[in-house]
């Protein structure tokens, strides 16, 4: 019969009364495609169950299992397997305290710290299954799933070892090794073989090092690694917001790429640095050390300083190129159709006059995140104005627009959606 259950052992004792049979040495149970080696045996023939409590192997199909203790029900077709369990298949190797494994539907069942080695990657669990027919695993209670350059925890996680695809489900990390980025959200998707993991759902980019540390939000992010399974790349999409105690900023869509350590913002982008505020049709920001050491903003570039409450000194041009010092703006370089608004005290604060200038190129030099020095590489237009003779609206730049209430004063404000956004002003100085 194909169901018939052969046991074999070179001593045997049958109690006949309590029908249990107690087998020694080279003791082989037989059931279908399963066999079981131990050197010693207990059989229950009422309860149908198989017991070992000095180290077994169990061969089933492609599966090999070992243990020093276990039960089989034979009924069932499942084993029950306590202290050193080992499960070896052609795909991985799972190290376990407590594991059920089921010869019918060949799917192994965790209860207690389980480790599990494939080909690219090693699973950590205390709970869950693994499908060793279709090398799929569902993890539970706090798993994690790294690799050579990444490590990804989660409230539980399904991985798919044939596709290299991983869905990550609860307070997902995704911890990068090599460059210190981590990606946190509460849902997440990896692809090992393609080197892609997006997140979403509260998603949170943070590159930290000794000092200080970038926190990037967004409505989703994306990962791109190397072969390596290095970080290479970050992309945020939509809603972008980020801070650094000495930088802030927003845009829609952002992109950092760790080889060149350059952080590229698009779609309505802006800056903040100190009383700075930077506006451009996009901007690059250079990194060294985890700081800025320079940004480049593309088209239409304004970037708008405090003077006072009220007042705003104002450069305007087609691009620019700004140089940070010990996280500070020094130097700012304009090219093509150069403006500025330029409110000029006294070293006491008293206010001399309003200058506004135009060239094709100038150079502008800060102290202290303050305005101090404006050189024209070209001939200059340039007037002076007392204040009483300059009218409010020509005092603006067109194209001024003051967003401070919507830069992120701490971490929690890069999760705050974004608030209304003044209008441009109508009749501001061409």
Not at 185 to 200: A, F, P, V
Not at 213 to 220: A, E, G, K
Not at 228 to 243: G, I, T
Request: a negative charge; one cysteine or more.
């Amino acid at each position: 019969m194909g169901d018939t259950l052969h046991i074999y052992g070179n001593h045997l004792f049958y109690e006949g009364n309590t029908k249990s049979a107690e087998l020694y040495d080279s003791v082989r149970l037989i059931d279908k495609n399963t066999v079981l080696t131990t050197d010693h045996l207990v059989y229950d023939r009422k309860t149908k169950v198989a017991y070992y409590d000095n180290g077994g192997k169990i061969i089933s199909k492609e599966n090999t299992l070992v243990s020093k203790k276990g039960y089989y029900h034979t009924a069932s077709k499942i084993f029950y397997f306590r202290k050193d369990v080992v499960l070896t298949n052609p795909d991985s190797e799972t190290y376990s305290d407590t594991l059920i494994y089921n010869t019918n539907t060949e799917v192994a069942y965790f209860h207690g710290p389980t480790v599990i080695r494939g080909e690219e990657s090693i699973i950590y669990t205390e709970n869950g299954w693994y499908d060793t027919r279709n090398d799929l695993s569902k993890l539970l209670k706090r798993p994690s799933l790294s690799n050579s350059g990444q490590i990804i925890t989660a409230d539980s996680l399904i991985y798919d070892n044939l596709n290299f695809h991983g869905l990550a489900y609860g307070n997902v990390v995704i911890s990068d090794t090599v460059y210190d980025v981590m990606i946190k959200g509460k849902y997440g998707e990896l692809w090992d073989k393609k080197g892609i993991s997006y997140i979403t759902d509260s998603a949170l980019a943070i590159t930290y090092d000794d000092t200080d540390s970038l926190f990037i939000h967004s409505d989703t992010l994306w990962v791109y690694f190397d072969k390596e399974k290095n970080a290479k790349k970050l992309l945020a999409y939509y809603r972008v917001k980020f801070f650094k105690e000495d930088l802030q900023g927003m845009c829609d869509s952002l992109a950092y790429t760790m080889n060149d350590s350059t952080i590229r913002l698009y779609d309505l982008p802006v800056i903040w640095s100190g009383p700075n505020q930077l506006t451009a049709d996009s901007i690059a920001i250079v990194t060294t050390n985890n700081q800025a050491d320079s940004l480049i903003m593309y088209n239409s570039s304004f970037i708008i300083s405090t003077d006072t409450l009220e007042t705003y000194n104002q450069i305007k041009g087609k691009n620019m190129v700004g140089y940070f010092r010990n996280n500070e703006l020094v130097k700012i370089n304009v090219d093509g159709n150069a403006q500025t608004v330029y409110y000029v005290r006294e070293d006491d604060g008293y206010l001399i006059g309003i200058n506004l200038a135009e060239s094709s190129t100038m150079t502008i030099r800060l102290k202290d995140n303050q305005l101090k020095t404006i050189n024209y590489k070209t001939q200059a237009k340039e007037v002076m104005y007392p204040e009483k003779e300059l009218a409010p609206a020509a005092q603006k730049l067109k194209g001024y627009i003051w967003k401070e209430e919507l830069r992120p004063k701490e971490v929690a404000d890069i999760f705050n959606a974004n608030g209304k956004e003044e209008t441009p002003e109508t009749e501001t100085l061409e």
